[in-house]
């Protein structure tokens, strides 16, 4: 198999189809696997390496109806800096905001590397015409979006109209051009393993730069095993065409110790390669508090108030 | 960014106490052993010498054979009850000091961490707590009358599970009313120490357990005393057959759980990634000293190129080394000895014409250690497709159809387990219908229970342990 020219991520639908044909999952053994990768003990100077992998793998979230530019504000400075009393902690990756709220975080973060990502597509419902799909979706960009955070269209792939789904992806993705596109899956509604590694199998040759677990909107949002699948996706994408896609977890992670644990996965089922903003990243609202107060644990032994920390 | 290391992250070994020397146990407490004489354990991961323990001799044995004939005076007295509650006592403190078990497990036996921690002790402690709710309903076991224990029970145990083996065998005869001689292996012989220590602890009766360390010559008195009226051998095929040879002409039970070869049969409709996991956990679990180790790949051949690029990558992940440490995925090879017979073996595979791979791991200066190792292109007649290696070393045949992968899998003198990759539900029971193996896993391996019955076909051995059958290799049948 090989990529299309046009595009330079794109798998043509017949691949595709190939790619996704008779794939087979067993729950038990993923199950058993992901659980012994849970079981490995990361401590001392690993720990705090992880601790610092994680801040620079955040994207810093908030996608609220109640959303404001003074929130934004508040959020992109914490980004740009998460602990003001460590200059040893890093920027955050990016901030994922609503489109509205794109061209403000663009202005706060204009001297920083924190990048700005916007939802788009109708997130996170994605039940929308492919045409208003592609205006948000433009809209953010003009807006001065890095990067873009498309839902896939589930009514399509319960449906069994994988094609649909495939074709909406390769429009928003030409829409994107190089900026960069990041799938949501949303596992939570595909539930089953085997429904988790076909969406990933088709977002990323429908050419994502990403797939990512969850909106973060609904109640089951990210798990390790979704994690687990979706880099077996990204490893069998990449033996077949040689891209290298990357995963974004969100929905659900709130500490650092399950954090640690999505990194683990990553290092042995993809390598340490992956273990960049380039190529792994964590959507997080709170996620980032609790690493920072890891973070001055480790430095200090004291576990520190929240109040310590600014607010974002 | 740098690359992320795991910093070690080592379990202390401070928990345990290991004396310099040890005499054997007999009549409910330690003392000299006729012999004199002494063998060192050492530890295979660093070769430091852990302790000495009596070298068993014929005059012991007979010691032994005298303080269990006084043991099963007050044994046999006791209702199933009673016994229970040592068997239930005993099954608690092993919980209760599981840490210090495993601990002392790898430091002797060299298995990492967390398999003695995850793996051998849970299952000694659910032994014991299993075969215990057994002892007071034994009329229920079996659908016969006058059900009768041996009466003084030789057990002769390997040094790949050290502990778990002696929960397999002294579990089962304890509970159905035997008393018993233990012989641990020779490199492994701590665990067994400490577990009679719980014996005192206990307060078990004098002479119910006893235990004569030592090396082969200790079996091989074991074997030949008169008054035992049971052995049960957990070992080499080379060795049960002596042991059947000596045991021919008296009236004695005898089980015997030996080696095997077993395929693990790979079709091309199985969930691939999760088979290579299984593939892997199969071979390299326990550095492959596992008599029931998945160690010969039946692969369809139509999927073979696919599958050994993702098992190879996967083998590349296994973190070899220290087995103290909590993240290492394998540790050392028991011994000297079986480090000698894995690397000649490994060779002549070579010489043979098997395609050999093996993981860029960087192996510890001290201690005895081998890398993972696959052999594509082993063809059947290869001593590497035949023999029982022992070792962290697979071996890939392929197949072309169903039957031929039968065919490719019962080819072999052994018969002990077996490992099918299908999702497909009717292929699974077709083929295991037709696997000569005492145990067949689909789609996971390497699972036990105490409640399912363990043993192999042809020269795997004959006699069951674990569950209702496991009662019968302790009780006689007079009806």
């Given at each position: 198999m090989s990529l299309t020219k046009e595009a330079q991520n794109i798998l043509n639908w017949s691949d595709t189809v190939e790619l996704i044909d008779n794939l087979r999952v067993d729950e038990v053994g993923l199950k058993e696997r992901v659980a012994s990768l849970a079981t490995r003990s990361i401590k001392k100077d690993s720990k705090l390496q992880a601790l610092n992998y994680i801040i620079s793998m955040c994207d810093l979230t908030t996608l609220e109806g109640e959303d404001t530019e003074g929130k934004i504000g508040q959020m992109t400075a914490k980004a740009i800096r998460p602990d003001p009393s460590n200059d040893e902690v890093p920027s955050v990756a990016a901030v994922c905001v609503y489109p509205a709220l794109v061209s403000k975080a663009k202005k706060m973060t204009q001297n920083s590397n924190v990048k700005v990502a916007s939802v788009s597509s109708y997130f996170p419902s994605g039940q929308a015409p492919l045409e208003s799909k592609i205006l948000d979706t433009q809209f953010a960009i003009d807006e001065g979006a890095d990067e873009i955070d498309i839902v896939?269209?589930?009514?399509?792939?319960?449906?069994?109209?994988?094609?649909?789904?495939?074709?909406?992806?390769?429009?928003?993705?030409?829409?994107?051009?190089?900026?960069?596109?990041?799938?949501?899956?949303?596992?939570?509604?595909?539930?089953?393993?085997?429904?988790?590694?076909?969406?990933?199998?088709?977002?990323?040759?429908?050419?994502?730069?990403?797939?990512?677990?969850?909106?973060?909107?609904?109640?089951?949002?990210?798990?390790?095993?979704?994690?687990?699948?979706?880099?077996?996706?990204?490893?069998?994408?990449?033996?077949?065409?040689?891209?290298?896609?990357?995963?974004?977890?969100?929905?659900?992670?709130?500490?650092s110790k399950d954090a640690i644990r999505y990194l683990v996965i990553v290092n042995e089922e993809l390598g340490s390669e992956w273990l960049n903003p380039d190529y792994?990243?964590?959507g997080a609202s709170s996620l980032v508090d609790d690493v920072l107060k890891q973070i001055k644990k480790l430095k200090t032994n004291a576990y520190q108030s929240s109040y310590y920390f600014p607010r974002g | 960014m740098n690359k992320w290391e795991y910093a070690e992250s080592i379990e202390s070994s401070s928990i345990v106490n290991i004396e310099k020397k040890y005499g054997i146990f007999i009549d409910g407490k330690f003392q000299n052993a006729n012999s004199k004489k002494f063998i060192k354990t050492i530890s295979p991961s660093t070769e430091e010498v852990l302790s000495s323990v009596s070298l068993g001799n014929e005059i012991d044995i007979n010691s032994a054979v005298e303080s269990a004939k006084e043991g099963l005076k007050i044994w046999s007295k006791l209702s199933?009850?009673?016994?229970?509650?040592?068997?239930?006592?005993l099954a608690r403190l092993i919980q209760e000091r599981s840490r210090e078990f495993a601990v002392l497990e790898t430091l002797d036996g060299g298995k990492p961490i967390k398999e003695s921690r995850d793996f051998d002790l849970p299952q000694v402690a659910a032994n014991f707590f299993y075969f215990a709710g057994w002892a007071d309903k034994l009329d229920?076991?079996?659908?016969?009358?006058?059900?009768?224990?041996?009466?003084?029970?030789?057990?002769?145990?390997?040094?790949?599970?050290?502990?778990?083996?002696?929960?397999?065998?002294?579990?089962?005869?304890?509970?159905?009313?035997?008393?018993?001689?233990?012989?641990?292996?020779?490199?492994?012989?701590?665990?067994?120490?400490?577990?009679?220590?719980?014996?005192?602890?206990?307060?078990?009766?004098?002479?119910?357990?006893?235990?004569?360390?030592?090396d082969g010559s200790t079996g091989a008195a074991l074997v030949k005393h008169p008054d035992i009226s049971k052995i049960a051998f957990t070992g080499s095929t080379g060795v049960g057959k002596y042991?059947?040879?000596?045991?021919?002409?008296?009236?004695?039970?005898?089980?015997?759980?030996?080696?095997?070869?077993?395929?693990?049969?790979?079709?091309?409709?199985?969930?691939?990634?999760?088979?290579?996991?299984?593939?892997?956990?199969?071979?390299?679990?326990?550095?492959?000293?596992?008599?029931?180790?998945?160690?010969?790949?039946?692969?369809?051949?139509?999927?073979?190129?696919?599958?050994?690029?993702?098992?190879?990558?996967?083998?590349?992940?296994?973190?070899?080394?220290?087995?103290?440490?909590?993240?290492?995925?394998?540790?050392?090879?028991?011994?000297?000895?079986?480090?000698?017979?894995?690397t000649s073996l490994v060779n002549e595979g070579v010489e043979e014409g098997g395609t050999i791979f093996q993981t860029d791991c960087e192996l510890p200066q001290n201690g005895f250690w081998f890398k993972p190792t696959l052999f594509t292109n082993a063809q059947p007649s290869y001593r590497?497709?035949?023999?029982?290696?022992?070792?962290?070393?697979?071996?890939?045949?392929?197949?072309?159809?169903?039957?031929?992968?039968?065919?490719?899998?019962?080819?072999?003198?052994?018969?002990?387990?077996?490992?099918?990759?299908?999702?497909?539900?009717?292929?699974?029971?077709?083929?295991?219908?037709r696997l000569q193996a005492g145990v067949i896993w689909a789609n996971t391996f390497n699972k036990f229970d105490p409640s399912s019955p363990f043993g192999g076909y042809k020269e795997s051995g004959f006699g069951r342990e674990g569950g209702r059958h496991g009662l019968l290799s302790y009780l006689k049948v007079q009806s």
């Open positions: 896939i269209n589930r009514k399509a792939f319960f449906e069994g109209d994988y094609r649909k789904m495939y074709d909406e992806i390769v429009a928003l993705k030409e829409v994107c051009k190089s900026v960069h596109l990041k799938t949501i899956l949303e596992v939570g509604e595909l539930r089953t393993y085997e429904n988790i590694k076909k969406a990933s199998l088709i977002s990323l040759a429908a050419g994502s730069d990403f797939i990512k677990t969850s909106t973060g909107k609904i109640s089951n949002g990210s798990s390790r095993e979704a994690c687990y699948l979706m880099a077996k996706a990204v490893w069998d994408y990449k033996t077949v065409t040689g891209f290298k896609a990357g995963i974004k977890v969100a929905g659900g992670i709130r500490d792994f990243r964590f | 199933g009850t009673e016994r229970a509650k040592y068997l239930f006592k229920l076991s079996w659908n016969a009358k006058g059900l009768k224990p041996y009466g003084i029970v030789g057990q002769i145990i390997p040094w790949n599970f050290p502990l778990l083996m002696l929960s397999w065998k002294v579990a089962p005869a304890l509970a159905t009313g035997n008393v018993v001689i233990l012989k641990p292996a020779e490199s492994t012989p701590l665990t067994a120490i400490l577990f009679a220590e719980l014996c005192q602890e206990v307060g078990l009766p004098p002479g119910v357990f006893n235990l004569v360390t030592g042991i059947q040879k000596e045991t021919a002409d008296r009236d004695i039970g005898l089980t015997l759980e030996l080696g095997g070869k077993a395929a693990n049969i790979v079709f091309n409709d199985a969930a691939i990634d999760q088979a290579v996991e299984g593939v892997v956990n199969g071979i390299f679990f326990n550095q492959g000293h596992v008599c029931c180790a998945g160690s010969r790949l039946v692969l369809q051949e139509d999927i073979h190129d696919e599958f050994v690029t993702k098992l190879e990558k996967r083998m590349q992940s296994l973190r070899v080394g220290n087995p103290l440490d909590k993240n290492t995925d394998i540790g050392a090879i028991n011994s000297k000895d079986q480090l000698d017979k894995i590497i497709s035949r023999e029982e290696i022992f070792g962290p070393v697979l071996t890939t045949l392929t197949f072309r159809t169903p039957e031929e992968a039968i065919e490719i899998s019962n080819n072999t003198e052994y018969g002990l387990s077996a490992g099918i990759w299908t999702e497909k539900g009717s292929k699974i029971l077709w083929t295991a219908d």
